[in-house]
């Protein structure tokens, strides 16, 4: 009997704001929301921001003057709206009509030497052979040249690349919790993984009291590494730019910190780790390292999220390069105008030109559905299945193959065997991933047509959620999930906003491609999340509503016991809405343990098949089967 991978909680941040409570699919969907949550929702974003604080419980301005929520909405609502989602990039990134870079020169001498003074120390090693070198007072030197000089000299230009989905105007994860120099890409980590954790209502240290030590499991990456100062970005240009290597920029460069961080500062867990890297899937391939766990009994309680932080100019400049991004000046062609909206430059299956990057870190936690009844977790979901196929021979890197065909339909053939052909012809969505680039919006929706043709589908709802925070790269399937998860809530599938209509050569026939946010009669009850990434990394995750894992969960253990755990789940959210009004009122409590709790490795005892570590509940368990005894 497989053990049923549910979703217990769920965070993060991206550019909608925070994941945890659906806070981000709420701004998703703002325009569709009734006014007390559209106005809860721009209140907690307008925190976030530093626009909208909140004393003893009460909404105010920076004056401390009190406000109610339709007040808030009056004065910021514009502001807040204008300082989320996908924008210009702002000043704190890099100005994109003034970029930093180094200009190649050759200094020619018209006639005889030339000569000018510096300090000795400055000299380069070693003084090249047509320099002639004499001291100077005061530990200078001139230098004389009858030869051409090469130098590199500071320049600015324009960036092509205007707009990235960036956290909401003003919210900086630094604050939230002692960053110590970290890479921006693990404080999204840090702050990203303490809010799923969080989110549960359930306190961490119940989870670990609850199964072995070696039963917890976390699956984390993400693919451009931390590229930024504080990471391999600093280390890789230090000498270039005249500068030193600190003892941080190499370690916490690596691909694998956002999954060891969050072990070792805030799970302070000795389970499974893992750092899977899947290109724009990876979240997926992390995600099904993890469901592959937890049913087959080896991993109880698993941490699956990514954390990127890409919008550096650097980065940009290599995914320009490549004619991969919405540039400003591709975008004013397509609108036939002079100006053209930031705010729309992902447009996800309209006339577009291209990608538009994004930073994203979204956590997830999975629990066995046993274990779920026991504690009383809120399941917001569950992940039957996710499939991962590779292309086959290809020609190029970057171009689609015949993975993506395979993955969705074997997705979409698991959730069947579960729920039948109606509810997957009737009540199933798609999240597309939508990258918004024009090859794109034909191989992938041609994909979808193809799959909905053969299992009768004639009318899929497609959601691409990128039109609203952009490409986050490893994390871009969790910003689907978490999206998936707010439609299981609120029946809301997000339109894709940023386009007028559907292109011509979109294979739209079956599909449901709408412009508005649009709330299907049936209801929803599966999502597929669909991924792809360069170099043939395809990947397709079947994920099952809250609705349906209750049949499940009533179906397996009996009416009685899915009885005893509604009412245990009552607690539950209590707590788990709790955790999200303080958070909304700017309260993260984000969890960063650094340096607490260490084991002492002297107390650690081998005692009857057991290893037994201090500050744990329960030992480990070393009495292991054969798992080969038809072999011995």
Not at 335 to 364: H, K
Not at 503 to 511: E, G, P, S, T, Y
Request: proline share 4%; hydrophobic share 40%; net charge negative.
């Amino acid at each position: 009997m497989s053990r049923l991978p549910v979703i217990v909680g769920f965070g993060g941040f991206n550019a909608a704001g925070r994941s945890s409570g659906h806070q981000g699919f709420r701004r998703m969907v703002l325009e569709s929301l009734p006014e007390c949550e559209r106005q809860e929702t721009l209140a907690g974003l307008g925190v976030m921001m530093g626009l909208v604080r909140c004393q003893e419980g009460q909404w105010c301005d920076d004056q401390g003057q009190a406000l109610t929520l339709a007040q808030i909405e009056a004065q910021f609502g514009d502001a807040i709206r204008a300082g989320s989602l996908i924008r210009r990039i702002d000043g704190r990134f890099f100005d994109v009509d003034s970029v930093h870079w180094q200009k190649s020169a050759k200094l020619n001498i018209e006639e005889g030497t030339q000569s000018f003074i510096l300090k000795a120390r400055d000299l380069p090693e070693p003084v090249p052979e047509n320099w002639t070198v004499t001291e100077l007072e005061e530990r200078q030197v001139r230098v004389d040249i009858s030869q051409s000089l090469e130098v590199k000299l500071d320049s600015y230009r324009d960036m092509p690349v205007k707009s990235a989905g960036q956290l909401p105007q003003g919210f900086n994860p630094e604050d939230l919790y002692n960053a110590r120099f970290h890479p921006r890409a693990l404080q999204l980590a840090v702050i990203g993984a303490s809010d799923a954790v969080r989110s549960m209502g359930i306190e961490w240290a119940q989870v670990a009291a609850s199964v072995l030590p070696d039963e917890v499991g976390v699956y984390a990456s993400n693919v451009m590494s931390q590229m930024d100062e504080n990471g391999f970005g600093g280390l890789l240009k230090s000498r270039l730019l005249g500068g030193r290597v600190t003892t941080k920029q190499c370690p916490l460069g690596l691909n694998s910190m956002p999954a060891d961080f969050v072990n070792a500062y805030i799970l302070g867990s000795v389970g499974h780790t893992g750092a899977i890297a899947g290109a724009c899937a990876s979240f997926l391939y992390n995600l099904r390292a993890a469901v592959e766990d937890i049913s087959s009994g080896r991993c109880r309680v698993a941490v699956v999220g990514n954390a990127e932080a890409p919008i550096t100019s650097e980065i940009i400049d290599g995914y320009a390069t490549m004619g991969a991004l919405a540039t400003e000046e591709k975008l004013k062609k397509i609108d036939g105008s002079d100006d053209t909206d930031p705010a729309r430059s992902s447009r996800p299956f309209g006339e577009n030109c291209g990608f538009t990057i994004a930073e994203s870190s979204q956590y997830i936690v999975l629990m066995d559905d046993e274990l779920a009844l026991e504690l009383g977790a809120d399941i917001h979901g569950a992940v039957n299945d996710v499939f991962i196929n590779a292309d086959g021979y290809k020609k190029s890197i970057s171009a689609p193959g015949p993975g993506n065909h395979i993955t969705f339909a074997k997705a979409v053939a698991s959730a069947r065997a579960i729920v039948g052909d109606e509810v997957v012809r009737q009540r199933s969505m798609v999240h597309a991933h939508g990258s918004s680039t024009p090859q794109n919006r034909v191989t992938e929706s041609q994909i979808f047509d193809q799959v909905a043709e053969y299992f009768g589908i004639t009318d899929w709802p497609v959601a691409a959620i990128k039109a609203f925070v952009g490409h986050s790269l490893s994390p871009a399937s969790g910003d689907q999930l978490i999206a998936s998860l707010g439609t299981f809530k609120y029946g809301m599938v997000p339109g894709v906003k940023t386009i007028d209509r559907v292109a011509d050569d979109v294979f739209a026939d079956r599909l449901n491609i709408q412009v508005a946010d649009f709330t299907p009669q049936e209801g929803i009850d599966v999502a597929f999340l669909n991924s792809k990434g360069f170099g043939g990394n395809n990947a397709t995750a079947s994920v099952l509503s809250p609705k349906v894992v209750d049949q499940m969960l009533e179906k397996r253990y009996g009416a009685d016991r899915f009885a005893r755990y509604q009412a245990l789940r009552e607690q539950t959210r209590t707590q788990a809405e709790q955790y999200d009004q303080a958070a909304l009122r700017g309260d993260f409590g984000t969890i960063y343990q650094f340096g607490e709790g260490l084991i002492d490795e002297s107390k650690i005892e081998f005692v009857d098949g057991e290893i037994r570590l201090p500050g744990f509940a329960k030992a480990v368990n070393l009495d292991l089967p054969n798992r080969f005894d038809d072999m011995v």
